[in-house]
């Protein structure tokens, strides 16, 4: 009894700690969809802001809010393009980290800009501005570089399985076109003429003659030879010996009879 008392006690703690568990996990997955979701609206409403600040903005503010549109563009579609390229191909794992290493130096030049927006000296933020160009165009160049590089390398992967599945696509019509029988071999053909033409010994009926000659039916020669062949002789036949004459001197034969 008290066994069983026991077992349930201990189930009974498994599923709690299993309810916690999925709980909590449940709570962490919620959070960090919230988090993204924080994330992705925070980040449309600055790439708004930055683009209406570019065109609407001249000076100072609007090529500072330039730098920053363009720096931000091309390090997110890098970063897509990378992760996007690691999950089937293993080898851009290294890009992926020297991303990484470029993020961090464009996300300190991002907030370094950032904080330039707000500087109140925009005679010292337009000395700036060359150098902070010039580390906005180095950080795109090089995320650029990775991006193509990446691209190029997955089409270049399309391209040969693109080739192989056509080489493969052709075997298999032309395999598929392959109806007409094949020709006989010399050979082969030299065997089954000797079996059904005559041998050089083997004598051939006239054509001229019938086969039969007491068939009915006329040749090749007697329609086309003109005037037609002269009777077979009839066959001899024995007199009838009471049709014979009979002469004087002859004896007439008698009867049989029976005794």
Known sequence: MEAAITILALLLVAFVALGVYATVKAVGAAKRG??????????????????????????????????????????????????????EDASLAESVDLFRRLSAHGLELDDELKRLEREP???????????????????????????????DRARQFADDDLDALNAQIDIEAGALRHWAVDEPSPQASGAGASATSPGPGTDWPDPAAPADPSAGGSTAEEAWSGPAREES?????????RLRTTYPWQKSTRPETTN
């Open 121 to 151: 000296d925009r005679a010292t933020v337009a000395g700036l501005l060359p150098k902070l160009r010039e580390r906005t165009q180095r950080i795109t160049h090089s995320a650029e570089s990775l991006r193509w590089a990446a691209r």
């Open 233 to 241: 002789p009839q066959a001899i036949t024995a007199p009838d010996p």
């Open 34 to 87: 919230v988090d993204r979701t924080i994330t992705q609206a925070r980040r449309t409403v600055e790439d708004t802001t930055l683009r209406a600040k570019s065109f609407g903005q001249v000076g100072v503010a609007g090529e500072l809010a330039q730098l920053r549109l363009s720096l931000r563009t091309s390090m997110r579609a890098t970063q897509d393009a990378l992760h996007a390229g690691v999950a």
